[in-house]
């Protein structure tokens, strides 16, 4: 008797995932007549999130941050500059979003995703306009020399929300950045204090020991997807795939706007839209802020 039941099973379960396949939209709205979504979420729950700092040794600071499947990697190198004429007291950021063909079946290896230098910008942006680093931080002699963070993201398993997971990865490998130990020399250069030809070398000392960054307001963020009358937040890559309409809020974490990114869709995005946006924004960020705290209470108890 089970064998039938077995082959019933296999044969409803084929025509679910071919329905699926042709007429997807049709079997999104199913979902969403029962307020449930595909993967079994309610519409406005987000996935779960975790975060680990630490994960790239010989980087000043780093992290790996998953929401859902979408799994990304930041790490973040520190090298001496000469600070620029106008900005003779400020380091520099420098932000790049990578997407190598392991992340996703429509990224072709040897060339560049579409999505690459449009994440890149909108980082860059969020992150200058926050006003969550002050760049006279990075200062180490004015006009003389001066810290370029180098922040590369790597996303390694593309599964929606990319901007999202890859803010978030960025703020909290900025959150584990340590800022090295330097002298001054003889010469004028910037030496390590870490080294022992460094400590032989140095005549002045500029950081007397390691630090870590001073974060003032940290921008957090939460993609909605927007069909006809339903928001749904946090989308995985296939839904973000069926609906068009997709709407990025990001939020300092005094709940402040930082930006609304919107990058077109058939869907108007209404006030009244925008605003449960927003409220849902604010939940998100609370949750995100306290998994960041998590991550540095453990990073500090180890």
């Not at 979420?41 to 000043?60: C, H, M, Q, W, Y």
């Not at 929401?67 to 000469?82: D, H, P």
């Not at 022992?196 to 140095?202: I, L, P, S, Y």
Request: aromatic content about 4%; charged content about 25%; overall charge negative.
């Amino acid at each position: 008797m089970s064998v039938p039941n077995a082959t019933e099973d296999l044969s409803s379960e084929v025509e679910v995932d071919a329905f699926r396949r042709l007429f997807p939209v049709r079997y999104f709205e199913r979902h969403l007549s029962e307020s449930i979504r595909p993967d079994g979420r309610p519409l406005k729950e987000a996935r779960d999130t975790s975060i680990f700092l630490g994960s790239v040794a010989s980087a000043n600071g780093s992290a790996l941050v998953k929401i859902g499947s979408t799994t990304m990697l930041t790490a973040i190198k520190l090298e001496v500059m000469t600070p620029s004429l106008e900005t003779p007291d400020e380091g520099c950021l420098a932000i790049d979003f990578h997407m190598p063909a392991i992340c996703s079946p429509i990224v072709r290896p040897g060339r560049p995703a579409e999505a690459e230098p449009v994440v890149s910008k909108q980082l860059s942006d969020t992150i200058s306009s926050s006003g969550m680093i002050d760049l006279k931080e990075l200062s180490l002699v004015s006009g003389k020399a001066a810290w370029m963070a180098y922040l590369d993201i790597y996303c390694l398993d593309a599964d929606g929300a990319l901007f999202d997971t890859a803010l978030l990865s960025a703020v909290a490998a900025l959150s584990h950045v340590k800022i090295p130990a330097v002298a001054m020399n003889d010469d004028g250069k910037i030496v390590l204090m870490s080294d022992e030809d460094g400590k032989k070398q140095a005549n002045e000392q500029v950081n007397k020991e390691k630090r870590k960054l001073t974060l003032k307001s940290i921008p957090l963020s939460l993609t909605c997807i927007l069909h006809k009358s339903y928001i749904l937040a946090d989308p995985t890559a296939e839904e973000e795939s069926i609906i068009e309409t997709h709407v990025t809020i990001v939020l300092d974490t005094h709940g402040q706007l930082v930006s609304l990114y919107k990058p077109g869709g058939p869907v108007l995005a209404y006030t009244s839209a925008i605003q449960d946006c927003v409220a849902l924004t604010r939940q998100r960020v609370k949750e995100l802020k306290s998994f960041l705290d998590e991550a540095n209470s453990a990073m500090e108890v180890e």
